[in-house]
C-alpha cells in the first residue's frame, strides 16, 4: 500500500480588511516551488475568520512518503 505524507502553506492575501476587497495571491510561485521539489497540489483551502475575514489560504500538497524530505 502506498502511504503519502502531507504539506501545507499559508498564503496572505492582500487587500484591505474588514469589508474591503481582498485579492487572491499570485499562487503560480508557490505551486512551482513545492511541484520542483516533488510536491503533488491537492487543493485550496480557505478558512473560516473572525466576522468572516479570511486572511490567507491554505494550499495542501501530497507526495509519496518514501520519497525524500523538503
Known amino acids: ?19 474591503g476587497s481582498r485579492k487572491a495571491p499570485d499562487l503560480e510561485d508557490a ?3 513545492y511541484g520542483e521539489r516533488g510536491w503533488k497540489f491537492q ?14 489560504l491554505i494550499a495542501v500538497f501530497e507526495r509519496e512518503a518514501d520519497e525524500e524530505e523538503d
Not at 1 to 19: A, D, R
Open 43 to 56: 487543493q485550496i483551502i480557505f478558512p473560516p475568520a473572525a466576522l468572516g475575514e479570511a486572511t490567507n
Open 1 to 19: 500500500m502506498t502511504e503519502y505524507k502531507y504539506k501545507t502553506v499559508q498564503i496572505p492575501l492582500h487587500g484591505s480588511g474588514f469589508f
Open 31 to 33: 505551486l512551482n516551488h
